[in-house]
């Protein structure tokens, strides 16, 4: 009993801080009363602002909307209006069902067999016709467990494409937190890019099975079943069409679409399949197999505007094997669209960086405190504290304003290590950070053809592998910067930057020697104090290319100081000189590589 009042108190002061600064409240169902999760919230008054419910029914927002009025929508239920000073006094606000009456569609799909098909090519051709590209942010979240016991929890803020008939077109990360159970190091599929490669009623082939919105006519009437089902959950026109292969085998998802019949506007798609015949997914690390068990993808389009993709929800169950060792795991991936029409501001390096995944850009990006309470667009659900807290006891956090031990990351072979003052460079650090040559997911995916530079980064590792081969240096070290932009809570410029080390494009001539540990460490420390030279130069008015500016030419800076060391150490072979050198830099930044690496 103790255990669960401590883990009370323990979400209680986690949420604490996020409660001060905004109005909460939660949506209910009226008939049943039980929470409403993803509700889409429109807010009016001074601004015009959107957000929605957690799953937990739960939404939260800014005081500055305390006089503002709100507008509740979610698929079943009739709109509501309210003020957001309703919820000063009262917890929950509840919405009544909004019961379709269509039995005469119901009724004629009955008599007539080959209409549930008609209308399902309906929407299908008209679907597959609507090319128009939207620019959004995104926010993903990714939660895995295995017994219920969390092992991976991901959150990232995004940059989306997206266009109703080729679905979630591209996703660039703009920064991210995750953690991860110490004692089971697990790092599930690369989500980002099966859900960019899932096409909503495209024909060109795709890692996830297919279903009716990927066909034509003659291959849905070939390959399903369809049928027209009364829809208990419908708006008035709404009416649910469902589809079953004939022939179960993995490669065609069961499920079926919410279409308001009269306009052919789709309002959400409903797919599963068992047993999934998916063999070109893999997980990031190549010595784990990963046999999908069930799948489950659902896709929601905004209520308040149905030209848009609101969120994707996608739920799998593996059968993780390593070795002789088994384990059944749960993910999920929520991937949430907002603010359409606006992105965010990219990260930028001063030189070119490749990465295998998300997981290896998260470790590599800023993710301050300030940009995560401006931008988070709704609480954390009770399953996300718990999450948050095992974590906290039982494994480690990225990101979470902190660094962590380098030897955490050693599972995630990240192609990318951040400087840090406490943590310095030794030769398992630079040896067994082996780089993924190769993402299985990306080499599959039929859309390869898409742009997936970011800047000076690339999404692709294959496109950074062919990129790394031709120009980088092999006799030495890759160092960048990182620069990342952001407006706080206040609408001020932040800027946000850090000294990365490419092990992807570096070559270390590994001796084994403390002397030239240390050298490698003094390289990276010079980048180091340069950029924090950079740094101060930044202003808060200042412009997004003055500010890269600035770093580009410092960068240059601290290149030149480090030929300068090589040659007055001989590339770490004069110990004089290294020790002076090591003066320095324990002078500038407070670390005495010689005495440390001892």
Not at 448 to 469: E, L, M, Q, Y
Request: hydrophobic letters at 35%.
């Amino acid at each position: 009993m103790m255990k669960k009042i401590n883990l009370f108190l323990a979400l209680i002061v986690c949420t604490s801080a996020w409660s001060q600064s905004k109005i909460e409240g939660h949506i209910y169902d009226q008939t049943t009363n039980t929470p409403l999760p993803y509700c889409s919230i429109k807010i009016y008054g001074s601004k015009e602002d959107y957000t929605i419910t957690n799953e937990d029914g739960k939404f939260a927002i800014g005081y500055e909307f305390a006089n503002d009025s709100l507008e509740i929508r979610h698929i079943g239920f009739k709109p509501k209006k309210e003020a957001l000073s309703y919820f000063k006094s009262e917890p929950r606000l509840y919405l009544e069902t909004d019961v379709s009456a269509l039995d005469e569609v119901v009724l004629t799909a009955g008599e007539d067999k080959e209409y549930p098909y008609k209308l399902l090519a309906q929407v299908v051709e008209k679907y597959r016709a609507k090319n128009k590209v939207t620019h959004s942010k995104a926010f993903l979240k990714l939660s895995s467990s295995a017994r219920n016991i969390p092992i991976e929890q991901i959150e990232g803020f995004y940059n989306s494409g997206q266009s109703l008939s080729e679905g979630i077109l591209d996703l660039k990360v703009k920064s991210g937190r995750f953690g991860q159970n110490k004692k089971f190091a697990f790092y599930s599929l690369d989500n980002t890019k099966i859900l960019s490669d899932f096409e909503l009623f495209g024909t060109t082939g795709q890692l996830l099975p297919n279903y009716p919105g990927n066909m034509n006519y003659e291959a849905i009437f070939r390959k399903y079943k369809v049928r027209i089902d009364p829809c208990t959950s419908c708006n008035e026109q709404d009416v649910a069409i469902a589809f079953f292969p004939k022939r179960p085998n993995g490669r065609l998802f069961y499920g079926k679409l919410i279409v308001d019949h009269a306009r052919l506007i789709v309002k959400r798609i409903e797919l599963g399949v068992k047993e999934p015949s998916i063999t070109n997914l893999a997980s990031i690390n190549d010595n784990i197999e990963l046999i999908p068990m069930e799948m489950q993808l659902d896709i929601a389009f905004d209520p308040m505007d149905l030209d848009k993709i609101q969120y994707l929800n996608l739920s799998l169950r593996m059968d993780y094997r390593f070795d002789n060792f088994s384990e059944i795991i749960d993910s999920r991936t929520f991937l949430y669209t907002y603010d359409y029409d606006s992105t965010f501001e990219m990260p930028y390096f001063t030189e070119e960086l490749s990465f295998n995944n998300d997981y290896d850009k998260i470790i590599a990006l800023q993710a301050s405190d300030h940009f995560w309470e401006s931008n988070y667009q709704f609480p954390k659900s009770f399953k996300d504290n718990r999450s948050m807290n095992f974590m906290k006891e039982h494994g480690y956090l990225i990101n979470y304003n902190s660094y962590i031990p380098l030897s955490d990351l050693m599972y995630a072979k990240p192609s990318v290590l951040s400087w840090h003052k406490d943590y310095r460079l030794h030769w398992e650090h630079l040896t067994n950070f082996m780089p993924v040559e190769e993402d299985k997911t990306a080499r599959k995916n039929a859309r390869g053809n898409r742009d997936v530079t970011v800047g000076k980064s690339f999404d692709s590792p294959v496109a950074a592998h062919i990129k790394s081969t031709g120009v980088k240096n092999s006799k030495g070290l890759n160092i960048t910067y990182m620069v990342d932009r952001y407006l706080d809570g206040e609408g001020k410029n932040k800027t946000v930057s850090r000294t990365l080390l490419d092990l992807n494009a570096s070559q270390f001539n590994n001796d084994g020697s403390r002397n030239r540990l240390a050298y490698i460490n003094i390289i990276f420390d010079i980048y180091e104090v340069y950029r924090q030279l950079a740094s101060s130069r930044i202003t808060e008015s200042m412009g997004s290319e003055e500010a890269k500016a600035i770093f580009d030419e410092i960068y240059q800076g601290a290149a030149i100081e480090v030929k300068k060391m090589e040659r007055e150490t001989q590339r770490g072979a004069d110990q004089e000189a290294l020790r002076l050198w090591n003066r320095r830099i324990n002078a500038r930044l407070g670390v005495d590589n010689l005495s440390l690496n001892r």
